[in-house]
């Protein structure tokens, strides 16, 4: 039996029409729920009967957040078909591999990102590329009011609603599907632990094509009838200036520990009250003094830890827990199971024996985009995910995440996985063998470093490894150090092994000073 999905938008467009739904911060512009329910029932007839847009049809978008993105979304809800938001920060080739594997009908675009959106359509004649913004095409046909939606079926809670695109661990990206209804129940379990109602007042900066900013707290908000503040990007100064405005009101927001680093680096941040306000961090363990700092001034810093596959966040520390707990992510959240396995694929029932972790339940993806039977090897019987995390649980059902089972590091918030890096790097004729590894880094968490070994007689520079990294993939995902070594440690058969490498190399000071310098040179932006 499968449940119609309800319309989050529509409900509270005739509960609360007034009420405010979204806030462009940049732009300074306010939507209500009625409003924002126009502009997505305009979108959704354009969709349909300019584009032929259908149920299982895709739709991309590729811009910072902005309303348009919610509009687009619940467009395609009442289209059956599936949202699809695109990384900014990925470069052309990469962008043009995953227009190619979801093919969507459409790429929307803001002013900074459709020329690029132009490119990667134009050799792809089932895509086409169209500007959002200010003065745009688009915004006209929002505004027109002759546009309406024929009837059609409603989503199913079993549709799929999204397609969350995630690095693989064979230097590809996955799109992880996720339904109607698991994020129907993220946004209720989100909302039920973190206290989100009609009244709640959001702040989102994280990217919107990614499961964070959707569900921390947009998605919960709409659902309940709140409010939400959009950030294009991240500012420190901007940020700490909106949550201690109490004329705002703003109650949760999300912050990776980078944003927390950088907000407390502040001089502001001595005299700033965040007047309780909820924000959970995860992303890189959170460290405790961090924690602390920000519950002194008046904020909830529950440490969280999820991924895209389980449709965001699945664990969480309770607040009252944060100094007791530290260095734990808390225990399940609801509709989510968690367990150990070791490397035989046994389940570990003892105590705070380290494992790779893997979860089941309503809120795992059913699968990624286009593998079909492939997926199954991402599944253990009984429907339990692989993570690629490796975890333990202590006798209270609390996770701790010790690191990945897969080599994949976080960088600022953002997965990278070194064989994707390896594989560009080793397109240098003079690499004869990489290894990226995760090193620890004052501000992003962690950062890469590719250790390299050259070719006889070819001649290899660090700006050499850097300037085709940058060519190739996205900023956050260039490793920052780059050791070139005679060898590399390998296996009785072969394999590099990376744990050996991390060992011989060390976490040295010299090392540590290399990175504080290099942290000076810009952000992943």
Same mark, same amino acid.
């Given at each position: 039996?499968?449940?119609? *999905?309800?319309?989050?938008?529509?409900?509270?467009?005739?509960?609360?029409?007034?009420?405010?739904?979204?806030?462009?911060?940049?732009?300074?512009?306010?939507?209500?729920?009625?409003?924002?329910?126009?502009?997505?029932?305009?979108?959704?007839?354009?969709?349909? *009967?300019?584009?032929?847009?259908?149920?299982?049809?895709?739709?991309?978008?590729?811009?910072?957040?902005?309303?348009?993105?919610?509009?687009?979304?619940?467009?395609?809800?009442?289209?059956?078909?599936?949202?699809?938001?695109?990384?900014?920060?990925?470069?052309?080739?990469?962008?043009?591999?995953?227009?190619?594997?979801?093919?969507?009908?459409?790429?929307?675009?803001?002013?900074?990102?459709?020329?690029?959106?132009?490119?990667?359509?134009?050799?792809?004649?089932?895509?086409? !590329?169209?500007?959002?913004?200010?003065?745009?095409?688009?915004?006209?046909?929002?505004?027109?009011?002759?546009?309406?939606?024929?009837?059609?079926?409603?989503?199913?809670?079993?549709?799929?609603?999204?397609?969350?695109?995630?690095?693989?661990?064979?230097?590809?990206?996955?799109?992880?599907?996720?339904?109607?209804?698991?994020?129907?129940?993220? *946004?209720?379990?989100?909302?039920?632990?973190?206290?989100?109602?009609?009244?709640?007042?959001?702040?989102?900066?994280?990217?919107?094509?990614?499961?964070?900013?959707?569900?921390?707290?947009?998605?919960?908000?709409?659902?309940?009838?709140?409010?939400?503040?959009?950030?294009?990007?991240?500012?420190?100064?901007?940020?700490?200036?909106?949550?201690?405005?109490?004329?705002?009101?703003?109650?949760?927001?999300?912050?990776?520990?980078?944003?927390?680093?950088?907000?407390?680096?502040?001089?502001?941040?001595?005299?700033?009250?965040?007047?309780?306000?909820?924000?959970?961090?995860?992303?890189?363990?959170?460290?405790?003094?961090?924690?602390?700092?920000?519950?002194?001034?008046? *904020?909830?810093?529950?440490?969280?830890?999820?991924?895209?596959?389980?449709?965001?966040?699945?664990?969480?520390?309770?607040?009252?827990? !944060?100094?007791?707990?530290?260095?734990?992510?808390?225990?399940?959240?609801?509709?989510?199971?968690?367990?150990?396995?070791?490397?035989?694929?046994?389940?570990?029932?003892?105590?705070?024996?380290?494992?790779?972790?893997?979860?089941?339940?309503?809120?795992?993806?059913?699968?990624?985009?286009?593998?079909?039977?492939?997926?199954?090897?991402?599944?253990?019987?009984?429907?339990?995910?692989?993570?690629?995390?490796?975890?333990?649980?202590?006798?209270?059902?609390?996770?701790?995440?010790?690191?990945?089972?897969?080599?994949?590091?976080?960088?600022?918030?953002?997965?990278?996985?070194? !064989?994707?890096?390896?594989?560009?790097?080793?397109?240098?004729?003079?690499?004869?063998?990489?290894?990226?590894?995760?090193?620890?880094?004052?501000?992003?968490?962690?950062?890469?470093?590719?250790?390299?070994?050259?070719?006889?007689?070819?001649?290899?520079?660090?700006?050499?490894?850097?300037?085709?990294?940058?060519?190739?993939?996205?900023?956050?995902?260039?490793?920052?150090?780059?050791?070139?070594?005679?060898?590399?440690?390998?296996?009785?058969?072969?394999?590099?092994?990376?744990?050996?490498?991390?060992?011989?190399?060390?976490?040295?000071?010299?090392?540590?000073?290399?990175?504080?310098?290099?942290?000076?040179?810009?952000?992943?932006?």
């Amino acid at each position: 039996m499968t449940y119609r *999905a309800h319309d989050w938008i529509k409900h509270h467009a005739r509960r609360r029409p007034d009420h405010v739904a979204l806030v462009d911060v940049e732009a300074g512009v306010e939507l209500t729920y009625a409003e924002l329910d126009r502009k997505i029932d305009r979108c959704a007839a354009f969709l349909h *009967a300019e584009h032929q847009v259908a149920a299982g049809d895709r739709v991309a978008i590729l811009c910072q957040n902005c309303p348009e993105v919610f509009v687009i979304e619940f467009a395609c809800a009442r289209l059956r078909a599936i949202f699809l938001p695109l990384n900014w920060r990925l470069a052309i080739s990469e962008l043009d591999y995953l227009i190619s594997d979801a093919t969507p009908r459409i790429v929307f675009a803001d002013d900074e990102h459709i020329g690029r959106a132009q490119q990667v359509c134009e050799k792809r004649p089932e895509s086409t !590329a169209m500007a959002i913004g200010e003065g745009t095409d688009f915004e006209k046909i929002l505004a027109m009011g002759d546009l309406s939606l024929p009837p059609l079926p409603a989503a199913d809670f079993d549709d799929v609603w999204m397609i969350l695109y995630t690095s693989g661990t064979t230097g590809r990206p996955k799109g992880a599907t996720l339904t109607h209804g698991q994020n129907y129940l993220q *946004a209720v379990g989100l909302g039920a632990e973190y206290g989100v109602t009609h009244e709640t007042v959001g702040l989102t900066y994280t990217p919107t094509f990614h499961a964070s900013g959707l569900f921390m707290f947009a998605h919960p908000t709409l659902l309940f009838g709140g409010t939400t503040h959009l950030m294009r990007s991240f500012d420190a100064q901007t940020v700490l200036n909106m949550m201690t405005d109490r004329s705002l009101g703003l109650t949760h927001s999300l912050a990776i520990p980078t944003n927390l680093l950088m907000i407390r680096n502040l001089p502001d941040f001595e005299k700033a009250d965040f007047g309780n306000m909820v924000i959970p961090s995860g992303g890189a363990p959170v460290p405790g003094a961090l924690i602390k700092t920000f519950s002194e001034h008046g *904020a909830q810093v529950p440490q969280v830890w999820g991924m895209t596959e389980l449709s965001g966040v699945s664990t969480s520390l309770p607040p009252d827990k !944060a100094m007791e707990k530290a260095g734990s992510c808390g225990p399940p959240l609801m509709n989510i199971d968690v367990a150990v396995i070791d490397e035989h694929d046994n389940f570990i029932t003892t105590a705070n024996v380290t494992g790779e972790l893997v979860a089941r339940g309503p809120m795992i993806t059913k699968g990624y985009w286009g593998l079909g039977d492939a997926n199954a090897q991402f599944y253990l019987e009984g429907q339990w995910f692989r993570t690629g995390d490796a975890g333990k649980i202590d006798e209270e059902g609390y996770v701790t995440i010790i690191g990945r089972w897969k080599d994949m590091y976080i960088s600022g918030g953002e997965n990278v996985y070194p !064989a994707e890096v390896e594989e560009v790097i080793y397109q240098l004729p003079a690499v004869d063998e990489v290894a990226v590894i995760g090193i620890p880094h004052e501000l992003w968490g962690e950062t890469g470093m590719a250790c390299i070994v050259i070719k006889p007689d070819q001649k290899l520079s660090e700006t050499d490894v850097t300037e085709h990294c940058l060519a190739k993939l996205a900023k956050y995902k260039v490793p920052k150090v780059v050791q070139f070594l005679e060898e590399l440690p390998h296996s009785a058969n072969g394999k590099i092994l990376k744990h050996v490498l991390r060992d011989n190399l060390g976490i040295a000071d010299e090392l540590d000073r290399t990175l504080r310098s290099k942290s000076e040179e810009g952000n992943h932006a």
